[in-house]
């Protein structure tokens, strides 16, 4: 993994055409480079080009790249450039280079197929150069080919263009600004605040954007959700290149700007095509056979890798099948402070079934001062707070280890949530749940069954089952901020309630919560995290896959679990599901790390959420009566309460930014 920049200026037929060092100057590369330099600390480069397009207009273009060695430790610098390909009749035959984050996990077998199409390589076994050869080959058809986490941006001299590409899932997160409305440069950039800088650099200072359908999407999930090919980011002229959606920059007429380039929503199949009898849908017979393949790709590496393990069917199975192939395995864990919590004993038990040397490391990180770091940068107020624990375990690893084997993905892929059980409760009783009164006055304890069919009754009132992911529901945004309501979720009639909410959570859920956490957590400590179940094989045969043959008989997770009893004792494989959290509530109450500390300084500073820079008026009565609440255990505020402590240390950062003294 690594961090890309870029920008791309373009000078129209008749206007003075500065010298590059000028048109793109290398101030405006050394603040992208800093920006993005947590995320590569083994090497550095630049690059740069003119071009001329057939209308006369001139077009700079300049990269950035910080290195993250994995593969190909003594050959794979970038950017990475290639002057001519074997086929000089072919249109992107002259020079090409690439900066790319992540990896290809096929890149052997596309580097043979390409080498018998003619390609010659010159390094040894880089998949950064698969990239290049790729794309003189199949062009925009390449993210077809590949599989892999990334987010890449190809520059082509003969189109004097960049095309930019997100993996399937969204693994690795691509950003791009563009100076509307001149129209006359645009920058990419691995992170929010990268991008934000650079705005300052050009000369436009960094807003906030909160238009009212995004911001409150953003503050009622805490995280950003899918829309469309050029997603919505809080910050003014930022947007986020989406999965399944390339772009594509090019100068046309004198003007440039990111736009769709050859989308494909075909990448990800629709539920309807849901059908046991395809020779693509996953069974007992194939499951174990497929994602051995995915965890072998995986463990390709030329540095240390290990697998973290939590105790969890996912991690575990991932574990088990990591000690296999490679024998010697090294696994991961964090214990948590309070037992409810803490799955290290679990992890314990079966790291010592597998056989593997295993780590389990102390919660000691610095909670009030690491969650400031880290959506500081981020750049979003993301709201979950297992980003903590995670940046903590990727931390300790990092000592050990340059890659490290996740389960993410298992629940999305093979239907192991509880919510789940609760879309199919949705869809069968909506009109019954929608005349319930509401509940939110048992919302004591987050886990409770009570607070379970408030939330259920609540879901059924105001979205479907996107609202069991909320942190504020609209009832509550609207006494926030008076956010306008949103439109309930509506149920497709090709597909069933879980096929709908499995889709929902892997278009949504998965790229805006869990691999953001990951990226940002693992990042920060330059370690690569790598998810088999992720695989494109996987998620496109999971997504063809009826829920009945994920979940046989209803049981969650339960074609994985088959698999699991093949190497796990059964009280392992039937214990419930914890999940990857941490007591956020509890430690706003005992100031545990400092966290009630920050909480109430920030909360109740002068103005945390200061309205010229946010665009919107917060209503702090509201919060107040939410913090008295929690503090006297009268309700249980505890993701409300950190959502709105990353919002203010968001709000201060961007506050900082926009040059803005704070009183």
Known sequence: MCGIAGILRVHPLGSEVPPPDVAIPESWLDVLDESIKHRGP?????????????????????FVHRRLAIIDLACGQQPMVSERGPYPEKPRNGRVAVVFNGCIYNHRELRKELQSAGHKFVTDHSDTEVLIHGWREWGLEIHRHLDGMYAFSIWDHASAGIYSAVDLVGEKPLYTFSDWPRHTLCAFASTIPALARFQRAFGITPRADTHPMGFSDLLAYGFLSDDGSLGYTPIELVRRVSPRSPIGIFATRGSVRPEPCN????????????????????????????????????????????CFLSGGIDSSLMSILAKKLIGELQTFCVRMPRLEYDESPIAGLVAKHIGSVHQTLDCHGDPSGDVIQLIRQLGLPFGDSSLLPTHWVSRAARDAIGVAISGDGGDELFGGYERYRAAQLLQRFASFLRMVPSMTRYRRREKSRMTRIGRLVQAAKEGGYPALLMIFPPSELRQLASFPGRKPWEDDPRGDSVSQAMRFDILNYLPGDLLTKVDTASMAVALEVRAPFLATEIVRRSMMTPVSALMPHGERKGLLKAVARKYLPDEIVDRPKMGFSIPIGEWFRTDYGGMKQLLLDTLNSADPF??????????????????????????????????????????????????????
């Open 610 to 663: 200061p309205e010229d820079i946010l665009g919107i008026r917060i209503n702090r009565t509201f919060i107040a009566r939410m913090v008295e609440d929690h503090m006297d255990r009268r309700r249980d505020h505890s993701q409300r309460l950190y959502m709105l402590l990353v919002l203010a240390i968001w709000s201060d950062w961007l506050r900082g930014l926009s040059g803005t003294i704070r009183n």
């Open 263 to 306: 989308p494909d929503p075909a990448r990800l199949p629709a539920f309807s095509v849901r059908n046991s009898e395809s020779p693509e849908a996953i069974n007992a017979g194939n499951v174990e056979d497929i994602l051995n393949r995915a965890v072998e790709s995986r463990l390709r590496s030329d540095v240390p890798t290990g």
């Open 42 to 62: 083994d090497g550095q480069g630049r690059f740069r080009d003119r071009a001329t397009r057939p209308d006369g207009s001139v077009v700079d273009v300049a």
